[in-house]
């Protein structure tokens, strides 16, 4: 059987408010409240295609749970988890959001629905080049993170499907990045929303060579490198 999509975690709060010197028939008034967590702890390592949270999105969660993020959902003491860019050390005084590359027994997955968008600058973007033009079928490469720049296997023409928004992939006509270039994001006009933060856009550069690889740079979008998220 299928494993069930993980759903977003929930704090309650109950407070009791009560006259110190109740008159006869005076109502104690209890108010509940619930705040939503769209972060989870996963045991294990994320599987491909996880929706990692982000440094920062961590660090911004952990403020809601007590200090020292001491009563998340799930989490452990000596816990290292992964994160889109860095680890989560659930060790010492205090827990530290790390870029490390240590063995890790957990990863803090972002959860995607009606209640936990998609971030508008998202921090773990991928990209996938497809033979064909709907981002199915035959996989040529997956690049993995922004900021890389690397040599893939592509035809004149395709698919990518770029998870994440403010997420952009750059095709040039030579390794040494000159000639013609063409760069696709997903906020290009006319992109397919599959859902769940991923978008399939159409590319078509005639320029790229039949015989070689091709050099492609990733990155955040120009909008997003003014935004701390």
């Known amino acids: 059987a299928p494993t069930p999509a993980p759903t977003p975690m929930t704090k ?6 009560t006259n110190p010197k109740p008159k006869p028939g005076t109502v104690t008034t209890t108010i509940t409240t619930t705040q939503l967590t769209c972060i989870t702890r996963v045991e294990g390592p994320a599987p491909e295609g996880t929706h990692l949270a982000s ?3 961590v660090d911004a969660e952990c ?9 998340f959902p799930k989490m452990k003491k000596n816990d290292i988890c992964n994160l889109a860019d860095g680890q989560f050390w659930k060790w010492g005084t205090p827990p530290m959001v790390k870029s490390g590359d240590l063995e890790a027994n957990c990863h803090m997955e972002r959860l995607v629905n009606e209640k936990c968008p998609c971030p508008k600058c998202d921090k773990s973007c991928a990209y996938t080049v497809y033979e064909d033009y709907k981002c199915q079928g035959h996989r040529n490469e997956k690049v993995i993170h922004n900021d890389e720049t690397i040599l893939v296997t592509a035809n004149k023409s395709g698919s990518v499907k770029i998870h994440g928004k403010g997420c952009e992939i750059t095709f040039y006509e030579n390794h ?3 000639g013609k270039k063409t760069t696709y994001s997903s906020d290009t006009d006319g992109i397919r929303d599959l859902g769940k933060c991923d978008y399939c856009v159409i590319y ?6 039949d015989d070689d690889e091709t050099l ?13 998220r």
């Open 55 to 57: 440094e920062d999105e």
């Open 176 to 178: 040494d990045k000159s």
């Open 12 to 17: 309650t709060t109950t407070t009791t408010l």
């Open 63 to 71: 403020l809601k749970w007590g200090e020292e993020c001491s009563t």
């Open 204 to 209: 078509a550069c005639d320029y790229l060579k």
């Open 216 to 228: 492609v740079s990733t990155k955040r979008s120009s909008h997003c490198e003014m935004s701390p």
